[in-house]
Structures are given as structure tokens and as C-alpha cells.
């Protein structure tokens, strides 16, 4: 899960540092007057910001999903455990219950063979 998480960011990063190198090649060597190169730049970074605010919101939302999935995993990991510990419990208990009859059963046979 992190691995993917990591090439996306990766890939992520990739895209960005290109398209910031392409624009910036793209105005060195595009035959244009100084406004004409200013209004491109403020547009090619709408475009950029736009994209980016775009892919954020892509991966909060895949974040989000994953987050519930993972959520949902543990309650039910959890539910499972429990009920297990319970059944151990339960069975410790009954256990513990028996060997209290037992004691209580020796305590009352002691006296009355005393007297028997």
C-alpha cells in the first residue's frame, strides 16, 4: 500500500518538475515580446494550479477511501479478537466456576464425614 502511495507521489513530482522545465524551455525559445511572454507565463501557471489543485483533490479523495477501508478492516479485526478473548474468558470462567463447586462440595463433605 505505501509503495503505490510512493510512485503516485513520485510520478506526482515527476509531472510538475516537467512541466515547469517544459514551460520555462518553451519561453526561452519562443519568439514572443516581453507581455506577450508575461501573459503566457500567468496563464501557464493558472493551467499548472489548476492541474495541481485538481490531482490534490484526487488524492485526498483516494486517501479518504482508503482511510474507511482501513477503518472498516480494523473494526472488523477487532469485533473478531474480541470475540475470541470473550469465548477464552468464557471458558476460563467456567473453569474458574467448576473448580469453585469443587472446593465448596470438599469444604461440605469434610465436616459431614466427621460426623458420619
Known sequence: MS????????????????????????????????????ILIKDKSVELKDTTVEKADQARIQAQQKAAEWQEKGKAVYVEEKAKYTKKAGKAEDVEVVEEVVEVVEVEEEPGEAEA
Not at 503505490?4 to 515547469?20: E, I, K, T
Open 3 to 38: 509503495n503505490d502511495n510512493g510512485n503516485f507521489g513520485s510520478f506526482f513530482a515527476g509531472l510538475v518538475l516537467g512541466g515547469l522545465i517544459g514551460a520555462g524551455v518553451a519561453l526561452l525559445y519562443a519568439p514572443q515580446s516581453g507581455e506577450e511572454t508575461r
